[in-house]
């Protein structure tokens, strides 16, 4: 637990007196506990320096456990600093969580709001990477602890945004050269939150806000087709309800035209002849 101590400690072994329990940390301070049954105590850990530490218990005060029940005194852990910031309301995503004090082990657990926690992975003593749950749109405060049970003071928010539905795309397709002004229709609160398309998952292109619709000039990219996703203000990217399929083609050229002349009352059916059309 950490050394500001608080800590309730869980104190399991046998011959426990429903008369008192007193437990004793590091040889030195000792504390009156609350008895639960003959083999389960509960004890709050006091304040003590930095390290290996030890537990004893008593029914008097006097006479201690010959049992020394090793227990850590570590430094309390910091988050500074989250990434993403941004999730889908529908959860799935791994956040990794920076800052300093982080230790492995069972008790190493992220906390969403005031009561939802969730096991974390272990990266190392400034990192961890938690999947944060579903949870309705908004700011919701991410904690963290290294015992399940002493939670950092120092948070910050994840914001859930609502699930991106697309609408339309308009046009879908255009010339390999790019430039094509395309629309996408989205349905979403947090239309202010995006920032970019981008195309294929390779190029990423400005998004510009208006109305209903997210605007995305088309990069240069070669024929084929492409999903576009979005792009969020912190650089998370997300696709839509369904694949939006962008093609590029080669631009079409003419090179004869059979006839070549018509009269002018139009209704000539003329064959042209060229490259790259598209079926």
Excluded at 173 to 200: D, E, I, K, N, R
Aim: aromatic share 8%; with cysteine.
């Amino acid at each position: 637990g950490p050394i500001r101590g608080g800590t309730t400690v869980e104190v399991r072994g046998e011959n426990f007196d429903a008369e008192g329990i007193i437990c004793r940390f590091g040889g030195v301070t000792a504390a009156r506990g609350m008895y639960v049954s003959s083999t389960l105590a509960r004890c709050v850990s006091p304040t003590m320096p930095l390290g290996a530490s030890f537990v004893e218990a008593s029914s008097n005060g006097i006479d201690f456990s010959a049992e020394r029940v090793p227990f850590e005194y570590t430094p309390m852990p910091i988050i500074s600093s989250i990434n993403p910031a941004f999730t889908s309301e529908q959860g799935g995503t791994k956040v990794t969580v920076t800052g300093s004090g982080f230790l492995p082990g069972e008790g190493l657990v992220c906390k969403l709001g005031p009561d939802v926690s969730i096991y974390a992975q272990f990266t190392s003593a400034r990192e961890i990477v938690c999947v944060v749950p579903p949870h309705a749109p908004g700011n919701v405060s991410i904690a963290m602890s290294n015992n399940g049970l002493d939670f950092t003071t120092s948070y910050v928010s994840v914001v859930y945004v609502p699930q991106v539905s697309v609408a339309t795309i308009s046009p879908s397709l255009g010339p390999v050269s790019g430039g094509t002004h395309v629309a996408v229709g989205v349905s979403s609160s947090a239309m202010s939150l995006l920032t970019g398309c981008q195309f294929g998952g390779l190029s990423t292109v400005r998004a510009t806000l208006r109305g209903g619709e997210v605007v995305c000039f088309s990069p240069q990219q070669a024929a084929g087709e492409v999903e576009i996703s979005l792009v969020w203000s912190d650089n998370s990217v997300t696709q839509g309800s369904r694949p939006l399929i962008f093609k590029y083609f080669e631009m079409p050229r003419v090179g004869q035209l059979v006839p070549s002349g018509g009269p002018i009352r139009g209704g000539t059916t003329v064959e042209v002849r060229g490259e790259n059309f598209d079926a």
